[in-house]
């Protein structure tokens, strides 16, 4: 099939899908609405970010609903408010010529009066956040036990935001004999879990393979020092002067930082987050949209519902939690047939999480060099001449020519340019004039143990008297350790928790930081000891001679609490664990708090 003519949709439809300027059907499109529409069946379609999926499970949709009637006969879910309101908008466009229609969004963040007061007018379609829709349920201000449709959108990242129980509890409420379509980017064993149970023998297609990344877009990583993370964001953002691009973080806050440091340094950015207001959400999203924003920085669940086609780069300033999350990321752009780069900045205790990655989206990336000051400035200065030759004359410039001509008048072409070209040029240089090299050695990776042996010399290891017994496990400590130093969650790696102590990992250069620290350190009124550690972590069978061979006595291992534990004990237990075991699990935190020195203001782009 090549046309929507043929997978059978009806005139309204078609008239609708002109006026779009749709041509032809996209794959998921192709093989979904024929199915849709030949046989009540339940669906299962695996498709990425971008494809199309919305007018693939709308266009059955709208065509099988009896527009006459006023009860509501369609239920969406979809995972945040701007999703919601996406669908919405563009079920209203798929049904524009369907005289009588009534589709209305139900999310939280607004009036949930005047929601219910919308469906009670006759909704026969209802567009839904699983929260809201649960809490209006509960009110009995919609009835769904009538639908006859039931679709799930991006149900991977429903479920991946908690809201299984609340898909759960809304779809007890609908019949059973309903048409349920479950459409998803990935096909994690929750999502499976919940086709299991909700669907009877559902038909499923395939866009791709299952979890793959789309071909249209490209993937490279950055190999840099966790705190010179930000740093490297703006090199890769200076050298690409016509980026319009999404940077993910992991949390609201890092979220908030990093805009509001792009922002200070002259960039045009924004932030998009949970913590913000709608409205403040929808001025920052309406500004992305009319590129007054081109650079956004947000969150993975802010983040759904983004529905720009012309975003050149998505940058992963921190890696997502769930290795699933980074195809959804990436799916923001190489979208409506255009290309698109996905950009990632690791530390080194992050690398291996790239190997995993492309072992679900089934692509290589491709290690590349954060650019030097040369390379940006001769990328800027280049932009700049083109943007200048390609500029079209505004002619109300020839009354002040004449003036412009005596100004100078003893300066030759080549002088002249020099001294054009040289007021942008100059700021470029002096900014990133002998800037040191953020690119970092990668050095030999084990894939399977996922730790990295080259560059072993360049961290300090540390033994520290604290362990299971004191309420701690890796992540915990490596919490304390981080708020305690004031350190980034990438300045702390290999964190190993036995039952009364433990061992992590720093830069050399963080080392006399920490030693200095916890001289003479208490916390809850007992002494923390941290002393250096020739364990390396790598399980190799060398006894621990902290700090040069030192014995020191183990008079804090036990703590200073109710009872001191016995000191040979802790000594044989200490040994058994350096000559014996691996670390259960190397860090791969990526959230960063550290931002290097800014350059000076620059001007808006």
Not at 287 to 307: H, M, P
Not at 376 to 381: A, D, G, M, T
Not at 574 to 595: A, C, H, I, L, Q
Request: aromatic letters at 8%; hydrophobic letters at 30%; proline letters at 2%.
């Amino acid at each position: 099939m090549s046309t929507f003519q043929d997978l059978g949709l009806n005139d309204h439809l078609l008239q609708a899908i002109t006026d779009l300027g749709f041509t032809k059907p996209s794959e998921v499109q192709e093989k979904a609405i024929p199915i849709l529409l030949e046989s009540e069946t339940d669906l299962v379609a695996l498709a990425q970010t971008g494809t199309g999926k919305t007018a693939a499970f709308g266009f059955p949709m709208l065509e099988k609903i009896n527009i006459d009637s006023r009860t509501t006969q369609g239920l969406i879910l979809s995972p945040t408010r701007e999703l919601c309101l996406q669908i919405t908008n563009e079920m209203k466009q798929y049904g524009k010529y369907c005289k009588g229609l009534n589709v209305v969004a139900i999310y939280g963040g607004s009036s949930i009066t005047d929601q219910a007061r919308e469906v009670k007018r006759g909704a026969q379609i209802i567009v839904a956040t699983p929260g809201r829709m649960k809490d209006m349920i509960k009110r009995r201000l919609v009835d769904i036990s009538k639908i006859e449709y039931a679709v799930l959108d991006e149900a991977d990242e429903m479920l991946n935001m908690g809201f299984y129980e609340d898909i759960t509890d809304i779809l007890s409420h609908t019949p059973e004999d309903k048409s349920t379509w479950l459409f998803s980017a990935t096909m994690p064993k929750e999502v499976a879990t919940i086709a299991k149970k909700f669907m009877k023998s559902p038909k499923e297609i395939t866009v791709g393979n299952k979890n793959e990344s789309t071909n249209q877009v490209s993937h490279e990583y950055y190999l840099v020092n966790a705190r010179d993370r930000y740093q490297a964001l703006k090199r890769l953002s200076d050298a690409n002067p016509d980026i319009f691009s999404v940077v993910f973080c992991r949390t609201k806050r890092d979220t908030q930082k990093v805009a509001e440091k792009l922002i200070e340094d002259g960039y045009s950015a924004g932030a998009l987050h949970g913590d913000l207001s709608q409205n403040q959400r929808d001025l920052v999203m309406k500004s992305f949209r009319n590129k007054q924003i081109q650079t956004l920085v947000a969150t993975d669940v802010a983040a759904r519902g983004i529905d720009v086609d012309d975003i050149t780069h998505v940058i992963n300033y921190q890696l997502p939690d769930e290795p699933e999350v980074y195809t959804h990321r990436s799916g923001r752009t190489g979208r409506a047939g255009k290309t698109g780069v996905s950009m990632v900045i690791v530390s080194k205790s992050e690398v291996r999480k790239i190997k995993g990655i492309e072992r679900i989206i089934k692509k290589q990336f491709e290690k590349k060099e954060i650019p030097d000051g040369a390379e940006i400035c001769e990328v800027q200065l280049m932009s700049l001449a083109n943007k200048i030759h390609n500029t079209e004359i505004n002619h109300e410039i020839d009354k002040h020519l004449t003036s412009i001509n005596d100004l100078f008048v003893d300066t030759d072409k080549d002088e002249l340019i020099k001294k054009f070209f040289s007021v942008e040029f100059t700021r470029f240089y002096n900014y990133y004039n002998k800037s040191k090299n953020l690119n970092i050695a990668e050095g030999s990776f084990d894939q399977d143990s996922g730790r990295s042996f080259g560059g072993s010399k360049n961290t300090t290891r540390y033994f520290i008297n604290v362990g299971k017994k004191d309420g701690y496990d890796w992540m915990k400590l490596k919490d304390f350790l981080k708020e305690v130093l004031v350190l980034g969650r990438d300045d702390v790696f290999k964190v190993e928790v036995k039952d009364s102590f433990s061992f992590f990992n720093t830069e050399n250069e963080q080392k006399e930081k920490v030693l200095a620290f916890f001289t003479d350190y208490k916390h809850d009124g007992r002494f923390v000891n941290v002393e250096v550690s020739e364990n390396r972590g790598g399980g190799g069978r060398r006894n621990d001679r902290r700090s040069g061979g030192r014995k020191r006595d183990e008079r804090r291992s036990g703590g200073r609490r109710e009872g001191r534990r016995s000191d040979s004990g802790n000594r044989s237990e200490r040994r058994r664990s350096e000559n014996n075991s691996k670390p259960r699990r190397s860090d791969s935190g990526s959230k960063s708090n550290d931002f290097a020195a800014s350059r000076p203001r620059r001007s808006r782009r």
